[in-house]
């Protein structure tokens, strides 16, 4: 009990010199230097989520859960359901990279940064997913209320894109971190990663047992209401997953230690629960397993070896990030745009292949220019007000121009 209390003492707030690798061999990571190996991931798991969704979308009309023959691409059924995996990484992405955030930052700078990160594309794919929406048929009354609360990340949906409720998550997770950032004497963020974790395991535990029961005896009402949304907002459901991103940051900002260790594979336990619950069909859950298990080692490998990474990549360190800077357009706009898109240009007539082809093209088409050019103007406004700097050249996707 003593190892633990002092595990969680330690102090969050030290300088990046002072990184260490796995089991206490160091590493030096100045403050400018990038993770190209987290870009990587990220546009994976972007398009994991993309293609679990593509193959689900439906050929006559925009229907984002099509079955059987209305299934607009059968050969992408391998990628349905597993490709949803992506959201749990990129939650335990998030547990790491917001942990790391904080190093050198006031609560006010870290609330700041992630206003200017989050919000720019939000709004302008919010917009996207409304147009084709509206092209689609829909009621633009409704829509607009969907965007207003897409816009401002309520808590309460329905939301204009069906990706968005992943960012209502990941916001109240950041307001979490910016209280512990505040009330740093009191707690750190190996606090914040046990009282996460823990408190979702707990109800992982709880949710698995009336998952047990509806398996046995039928239809469950607690087990339906422990799967509604509010659970999720309140990070009991995810808990684990940035809990975990947490504790790897821990352990290569202040060392390895055993305790770290076992609450990370206990945690993983609960994740790996959290995950086969919550997708249940037993032929796509193995997979889902092995690709989330694999993309934790691709995380600590991308830390461990950053210098590695970095060298291997620089003659091409402005594309790797661009791929970086994509997965977040791509993630917020591909589900409304593609679900629209595809019975589209299937009533044109053309063949399915084609369809496919080139509704991915638009789809990666408008992620790149919403990040190259309208993205990154906004966030140079909200830089300029936010922080009241002056205003410099406008910097373009990796190039300053």
């Known amino acids: ?54 193959a689900l979308f439906g050929w006559a009309t925009p229907n984002g859960a099509a079955q059987g023959d209305a299934v607009a691409f059968a050969y992408l059924e391998p ?8 959201v749990e990484i990129f939650f335990v992405i998030s547990g790491f990279v917001i942990a790391l955030s904080t190093i050198n ?55 204009i894109d069906g990706v968005i409720w992943t960012l209502v998550v990941e916001a109240v997770f950041y307001g979490v971190i910016f209280l512990a950032m505040v009330f740093h004497k009191l707690i750190t963020l190996e606090w914040v990663a046990l009282i996460l974790g823990l408190s979702s395991s707990l109800f992982i535990t709880v949710f698995l047992y009336f998952y047990a029961m509806s398996l046995t005896y039928g239809e469950s009402d607690i087990y339906d209401l422990l ?36 609450y990370i594979a206990a945690f993983c336990v609960f994740g790996l629960i959290e995950i086969a619950i919550s997708y249940g069909a037993a032929e796509k859950v193995v997979p889902m397993l092995l690709i989330w298990l694999f993309a934790l080692v691709v995380i600590i490998a991308s830390v461990r070896h950053a210098r590695a ?40 007539g053309l063949a399915r292949i084609n369809v496919l082809a080139l509704s991915l093209f638009i789809v990666f088409a408008t992620s790149w220019t919403v990040m190259y050019w309208p993205e990154a103007m906004m966030q140079r406004y909200l830089r300029t007000v936010l922080f009241r700097v002056k205003r410099g050249p406008v910097e373009l996707a990796g190039r300053v121009s």
């Open 227 to 262: 799967r509604r949304f509010p659970f999720k907002v309140v990070l009991l459901r995810h808990g684990v997953f940035f809990a975990i991103g947490i504790l790897i940051y821990s352990i290569f900002q202040k060392g390895f230690t055993r305790e770290k260790a076992a």
């Open 1 to 54: 009990m003593t190892k633990v209390l002092l595990f969680l003492k330690l102090p969050v707030r030290t300088s990046l010199a002072t990184v260490r690798v796995w089991r206490g061999t160091r590493g030096r990571m100045s403050s400018k230097e990038h993770l190209y190996g987290l870009d990587l991931l990220r546009i994976v798991a972007a398009i994991l989520v993309l293609l679990n969704h593509f």
């Open 309 to 348: 990474i970095q060298e291997f990549f620089h003659t091409s360190h402005n594309s790797v990030r661009n791929l970086g800077r994509l997965s977040y357009p791509l993630y917020l706009s591909h589900y409304s745009l593609g679900m629209v898109l595809v019975p589209l240009l299937a009533g044109l």
């Open 79 to 86: 990628f349905a359901v597993v490709g949803a995996i992506g």
């Open 105 to 159: 930052a006031t609560p006010s700078q870290f609330l700041r940064h992630r206003i200017i990160r989050v919000f720019p594309a939000l709004w302008i794919c919010g917009f996207v997913a409304l147009a084709a929406r509206a092209a689609g048929g829909e009621e633009m009354t409704t829509l607009a209320m969907d965007y207003a609360r897409s816009a401002v990340l309520s808590p309460i949906g329905p939301y």
